[in-house]
C-alpha cells in the first residue's frame, strides 16, 4: 500500500470516533427527556447543563476532525 | 472532488507589512478582529453614554449581556471573581461576536485559526498558574497536582494523572473553540458545494439542509463562546479556591 492510500485510509478512520460522539450525544438528549418527564419544572436548570454537555461532547467528536486535518497536512 | 475542503480557510495578505522578520501583513482576519472590536466597543459605549432609569432596546441588551457575563462570574468563582470581570467580559463578547460574524456569507471567522483561540488559552491558563503561585505561593504547585483526600499511596500515581490533565487545559480549551468554527464552516461549505452539483432535481435537498445547519451553528456560535468563558472563569477559580469544594468540568 503506497503512503498516500493509508494517508486516506487514516483520515477515514479518524472519522470512526464520531460513532462515539453520536453515543454520548444521544445519551445526553434522552437522559434530558427522563429528567423533564419526572420533574417539569427543572426543566430550565437542567436544559442549560445539557447544553454545556452538549457542546462538551460535540467538541470531543471534533478532535477526531482535527486529527484528519493533521494527517491531510502530513500527506504532501 | 479534488477541492480542498480548507480553502476557505486560506488567508491572503492584502498589504504585506514585515516588521523585523515579524509578519504583521493586514488580512482578511485582521480586518475582521478590527470590526468586531468596533462593533463591541460602539455597542457598550452607545449603550452606556446616556443611562436611563427606563432603558431603551440597545441599553436592554447591553444590561442583558452584563447581566448574563456576572451570572457566569457568580456562579464559577463567587464574589471574589468580580475582580476579573473586566477580562471575562472582554473575553466573551469578542469570541461571540468573532463567531456570530463568521456566519454572514463573505466575512471570516477569526476564531477558526487555531493561532487565535491558542493565544487566548495560553493567556488565560497561565493567568490562573500566576494568580495561584501569587495567592498560594509554592504550595499551590503540589495543590494542584495531588487531589484532596488522596492516601499517600496513591501520590505516585496521582502527580502524572493530574499533570496530563493540567497540560491538557489550554490545549482542549483552544482546539474545541477552533475545531467547532472550522467544522461548522466546512459542512456549511460542502452542503453549498452538493447544492450547486445537485442541480435544480436534487439540489434542494442539501440547500434546506444547509439553512437547518446554519440555524444550528448561530446556537453553536453562543454555546462555544458560553464555554470557552464557563471554563476561564472554573479555571480561574480553581486558582483562587485551592482545593474548592465545586466540581470542573474537564
Known amino acids: ?76 | 472532488m479534488e477541492e480542498n475542503p480548507l480553502h476557505p480557510f486560506e488567508l491572503q495578505n492584502y498589504i504585506p507589512i514585515s516588521l523585523g522578520g515579524l509578519d504583521i501583513s493586514i488580512n482578511k482576519a485582521v480586518i475582521m478582529m478590527w470590526v468586531v472590536v468596533t462593533l463591541v466597543t460602539l455597542l457598550m459605549v452607545m449603550a452606556s453614554s446616556a443611562r436611563k432609569l427606563v432603558p431603551g432596546k440597545l441599553q436592554s441588551l447591553a444590561e442583558i449581556l452584563v447581566d448574563f457575563i456576572r451570572g457566569i462570574i457568580m456562579d464559577t468563582m463567587g464574589k471574589d471573581g468580580m475582580r476579573f470581570f473586566p477580562l471575562i467580559a472582554t473575553l466573551f463578547l469578542f469570541i461571540l461576536f468573532c463567531n456570530l460574524l463568521g456566519l454572514v456569507p463573505g466575512t471570516y471567522t477569526v476564531t477558526s485559526q487555531i493561532v487565535v483561540t491558542a493565544v487566548f488559552a495560553i493567556t488565560v491558563y497561565g493567568l490562573s498558574l500566576v494568580l495561584g503561585l501569587v495567592l498560594h505561593g509554592i504550595k499551590f504547585l503540589p495543590g494542584i497536582l495531588i487531589p484532596p483526600g488522596t492516601p499517600w499511596w496513591l501520590v505516585p500515581l496521582m502527580v502524572p494523572i493530574e499533570f496530563v490533565s493540567q497540560v491538557a487545559r489550554p490545549v482542549s480549551l483552544a482546539v474545541r473553540l477552533f475545531a467547532n468554527m472550522t467544522a461548522g464552516h466546512t459542512i456549511l461549505g460542502v452542503l453549498f458545494g452538493l447544492t450547486i452539483s445537485g442541480g435544480l432535481l436534487i439540489g434542494w435537498l442539501p440547500f434546506a439542509f444547509s439553512v437547518a445547519m446554519n440555524g444550528l451553528e448561530l446556537g453553536i456560535a453562543f454555546i462555544q463562546a458560553y464555554i470557552f468563558t464557563v471554563l476561564t472563569c472554573v479555571y480561574l477559580g480553581d486558582a483562587f479556591h485551592l482545593h474548592g469544594s465545586e466540581d470542573h468540568a474537564h
Open chain 1, 1 to 76: 500500500m503506497d503512503s498516500a492510500a493509508a494517508a486516506l485510509l487514516g483520515m477515514g478512520l479518524a472519522a470512526a470516533g464520531f460513532a462515539g460522539a453520536g453515543v454520548g450525544i444521544g445519551f445526553i438528549f434522552g437522559k434530558m427527556i427522563e429528567a423533564v418527564a419526572r420533574q417539569p419544572e427543572a426543566e430550565g436548570r437542567v436544559g442549560k447543563y445539557m447544553w454545556i454537555g452538549f457542546a462538551l461532547v460535540e467538541a470531543i467528536a471534533l478532535y477526531g476532525l482535527v486529527i484528519a486535518f493533521i494527517i491531510m497536512g502530513l500527506r504532501k
